[in-house]
T-cell receptor, first 116, second 117 residues
Framework: NAGVMQNPRHLVRRRGQEARLRCSPM?????VYWYRQLPEEGLKFMVY????????ESGMPKERFSAEFPKEGPSILRIQQVVRGDSAAYFC??????????????FGSGTRLTVV | AQSVTQLDSQVPVFEEAPVELRCNYS??????LFWYVQYPNQGLQLLLK??????LVKSINGFEAEFNKSQTSFHLRKPSVHISDTAEYFC???????????????FGQGTELSVKP
């Protein structure tokens, strides 16, 4: 059973380009979370999605950032018109449908975005 | 706002010495507590968690943490560290679904543990 798969591992974009980060959750996991880790900081929640639904996007910047988790395929975090401040590690985590027993996620290895 | 504070950003220790990494959270409502470890250029791995029951929880590699509700703390300890324990450690809180739609984790800023020979 493969873990949470994120790709690419490293992504370099020039200012103004678009970045697309992909996350395939673990088999059987229908909940996906995206976190951002800025240098010297902890992880900040961005968005929580279930299949075809955004449940909580309270951590998403209001502009340029969007996320989706389609019925088929991976979850995508899209950053339009990237700026240097978007340089960070972006982590995806997945979990099964929430039950009393399932209080932890499984994290992917992250995508490290560098904007030049 | 709900928050998690890790009081030490860096903790240097010598091999075989004891270590404590401190973590405090902001609210005393129903919480679930986690410690994650991150090795360089890798993702986060769950080290241990407190959901309910015994307030002392242990990992397979010798770490332990104690949930203290009155002090809203969940400090991580190890009696004797190894070089291989060098990593960044993150404390995280997940509040009851009543207070936290979707059960997102709130992370502390991280503590960099550096074990020296």
């Amino acid at each position: 059973n493969a873990g949470v798969m994120q790709n690419p591992r490293h992504l370099v974009r020039r200012r103004g380009q678009e970045a697309r980060l992909r996350c395939s959750p673990m088999k059987g996991h229908s909940h996906v979370y995206w976190y951002r880790q800025l240098p010297e900081e902890g992880l900040k929640f961005m968005v929580y999605l279930q299949k075809e639904n955004i449940i909580d996007e309270s951590g998403m910047p209001k502009e340029r950032f969007s996320a989706e988790f389609p019925k088929e395929g991976p979850s995508i975090l899209r950053i339009q018109q990237v700026v240097r401040g978007d340089s960070a590690a972006y982590f995806c985590a997945s979990s099964p449908p929430w039950t009393l027993e399932n209080y932890g996620y499984t994290f992917g290895s992250g995508t490290r975005l560098t904007v030049v | 706002a709900q928050s998690v504070t890790q009081l030490d950003s860096q903790v240097p220790v010598f091999e075989e010495a004891p270590v404590e990494l401190r973590c405090n959270y902001s609210s005393s409502v129903s919480v679930y507590l986690f410690w994650y470890v991150q090795y360089p250029n890798q993702g986060l791995q769950l080290l241990l968690k407190y959901l309910s029951g015994s307030t002392l929880v242990k990992s397979i590699n010798g770490f332990e943490a104690e949930f203290n509700k009155s002090q809203t703390s969940f400090h991580l300890r190890k009696p004797s560290v190894h070089i291989s324990d060098t990593a960044e450690y993150f404390c995280a809180v997940r509040y009851s679904m009543i207070y936290n739609q979707g059960g997102k984790l709130i992370f502390g800023q991280g503590t960099e543990l550096s074990v020296k020979p």
